[in-house]
């Protein structure tokens, strides 16, 4: 048997495989989904942190500093004490803390 014969029927059985296998893929039965890994968080307790960088800090109308450097970083801790379906959907308990920092002390 050639050299070129065996390339030959080399290359038909790889065209053939390339045309068979789309076919078998869309036959074959799907993998079974992984499970879900058991972990310790179960989103009961979340934070919040922000920081906000005003141009004017305004309270209740009056300006209080609208020259220099403002940054106004807070934090907000949440624990959901209750997640149901019936009339009292979920009851949250949460507290935070806010404060403001002036470069100008005006």
Do not use: C
């Amino acid at each position: 048997m050639s050299q070129g014969r065996v390339l030959a029927g080399f290359g038909a059985l790889v065209v053939a495989g390339l045309l068979v296998s789309p076919v078998l893929a869309q036959t074959a039965a799907p993998a079974p989904a992984p499970a879900a890994a058991a972990g310790p968080n179960t989103g009961a307790v979340s934070f919040d942190v922000n920081v906000d960088i005003p141009t004017k800090y305004q309270f209740r109308g009056v300006v209080n500093q609208d020259q220099g450097f403002i940054v106004q970083p807070g934090l907000t801790a949440t624990v959901k004490l209750y997640e149901g379906e019936n009339i009292l959907e979920s009851l949250d308990w949460y507290a935070g803390i806010w404060t403001s920092f002036h470069s100008d002390q005006s």
